[in-house]
């Protein structure tokens, strides 16, 4: 946990406060005691289950979740048949929801046979009228719905949901200030993502997120630094910097600050190895930045570039306010200033209108750049954006075509790639035993590459100096070497 909350202290008589988090502590109490008085019923604890679809951005939102659900005594369990399951969706594109829609009809089974089950849905999806809608309607077993701007009132909805009996639903359009200081239970000890603004103001024409996670609102500064003191007190070492757009951090603060200037004051604080950060929209990364990445020792040699297409024509349909040239000049300016640094990004095939000689702009976008890795997606179609209306819509065949070939190339020269750093010995993370090899550990470089290594759980959270034996495409074989590099 982030931040010592004593419970017990809490006066339940007087009605809950109106000021956030001291109401959301009130609430925390109340469920703890139903909680406590269920499971002394039962004879055994309560378990929760949160399963999290999507990006970082909804594993950050689900470590605040748990934190919640811990202090108010659920005991944490990856099964689902629990007394509380909790999914946190993602509706970025049209897959994503078609997931959470065949599992809902599974846990509807597991309900049946356990029906005081509470099955609670929040998040992305949730912020859309006719998922809301379709449940309410079709999907009544589902007891408690809410959505992006309000995951720190979980207590406060579940108090409902026990109390009321029925379901409860709870979306907010927007969400104008930003509630500190609540429980967080990490999914690692040493390493955490940071939430440093939330919302995009970005409109890509494809994209759904601006308007499931509103406009964007940046954290203060000393909050951020505060929380990050916190961690690093806590023994994490490393930090993921998260927001939709992390390059335009700080616009709307009353009092400006740039992400550069945070990226400096975060690379002071002791205990912190390693800083990294996502996600950078190209149109916004400015020199300050490239030169605050270079100055910056402990900010990690890795920068995740999303291009979406290579085709300027296309870029311009999407609204992402660059050129393919402008893309690949802001390339070479930040290969000139740090060589060593890693690449990597999204790209999105099958965009509307998009030609075969729009594709093969992109294809050369991935053959100058030579990305690390790149994450590669479907053009999918959300009801609700510019896209969506756009009539050319390319047929599926061709989309698929155009994508395994793109795929291909992407992975040769990955595996290219990935090898740069080969019979060197480099600062490793030693994150967690290798869930294939017994007696190995998986660590990651700074650039985000993966070494597996002769070692135990006890190395974990520890960097350590390996010496990369052996490249296998995307990862490495390596073995430990004493501190002093050789
Ligand atoms: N279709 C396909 N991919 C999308 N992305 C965002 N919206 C869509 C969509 N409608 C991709 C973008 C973004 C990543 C998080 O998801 O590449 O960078
Ligand atoms: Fe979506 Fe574009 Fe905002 Fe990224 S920058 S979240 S792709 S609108």
């Known amino acids: 946990m982030d931040r010592d909350i004593n419970l017990d202290r809490i006066d339940l008589e007087p009605p809950p406060p109106e000021a956030e988090p001291e109401r959301q502590f009130y609430f925390m109490e109340q469920c703890r005691r139903w909680v406590k008085r269920r499971s002394e019923e039962l004879g055994r604890p309560l378990f929760a289950c949160t399963v999290t679809f999507g990006c970082q951005m909804n594993a950050r939102d689900s470590e605040k979740l748990l934190g919640i659900l811990r202090e108010i005594g659920y005991e944490e369990t ?17 897959n994503a929801n078609k997931r959470v829609y065949g599992r809902l009809g599974y846990l509807n089974t597991i309900k049946k046979k356990n029906p005081d089950m509470i ?59 930003i509630v500190e200081d609540l429980p967080v239970e990490r999914k690692y000890p040493f390493k955490s993502g940071v939430n440093i603004m939330f919302g995009c103001d970005n409109f890509c024409s494809y994209c759904i997120v601006p308007y499931v996670r509103g406009r964007e609102r940046s954290r203060r500064p000393e909050d951020i630094l505060a929380e990050i003191r916190r961690l690093a007190a806590d023994g994490v070492v490393e930090v993921m910097l998260l ?34 950060f996502m996600t950078s929209h190209p149109k916004d990364l400015s020199d300050e930045l490239i030169e605050a990445m ?94 969506a209306r756009m009539e050319n819509q390319v047929p599926e065949d061709v989309v698929k075509d155009r994508f395994d070939r793109l795929l291909k190339r992407i992975q040769e020269i990955s595996a290219e790639v990935c090898g740069r750093d080969l019979h060197t010995v480099q600062e490793v993370l030693a994150e967690e035993p290798d869930d294939h090899m017994d007696g190995y550990m998986t660590g990651r470089l700074g650039n985000n590459t993966i070494v597996h290594f002769p ?16 490249s296998r495409g995307f990862y490495y074989m390596g073995r430990m070497v004493p501190e002093e590099k050789t």
Request: aromatic share 8%.
């Open 78 to 94: 990856s099964d689902e048949h629990a007394d509380l399951v909790l999914y946190n969706t993602c509706t970025v594109r049209e």
């Open 455 to 470: 070692g135990d759980a006890s190395l974990t959270g520890r960097i350590v100096n390996v010496y990369l034996e052996e």
């Open 119 to 177: 099955i609670a849905l929040c998040g992305c999806m949730m912020q859309e009228t006719e998922v809301v809608e379709k449940i309410r309607k079709s999907y009544r077993f589902v007891d408690l719905i809410f959505g992006t701007h309000n995951i720190f009132k979980l207590a406060e909805l579940l108090y409902r949901r026990f109390t009321e009996g029925r379901m409860v639903t709870d979306i907010w359009n927007s969400a104008d200030a």
């Open 243 to 276: 927001g939709q757009n992390v390059n335009s951090y700080g616009k709307n603060l009353p009092e400006p600050a740039t992400f550069s200037q945070l990226l400096r004051r975060v690379n002071e604080i002791e205990g912190i190895r390693r800083i990294r």
């Open 294 to 387: 270079k100055d910056c020792g402990k900010v990690c040699r890795h920068l995740h570039l999303p291009v979406q297409s290579g085709s300027s024509r296309i870029l311009k349909e999407m609204n992402r306010r660059y050129t393919k040239e402008q893309y690949l000049e802001l390339v070479d300016r930040l290969r000139a200033a740090i060589p060593d640094i890693s690449l990597t990004t999204d790209i999105i095939v099958g965009f509307p209108g998009e030609t075969e000689e729009d594709f093969l702009e992109t294809m050369d976008v991935v053959e100058r750049v030579r990305y690390d890795s790149a994450f590669t997606f479907i053009y999918s179609k959300r009801t609700g954006t510019p896209a």
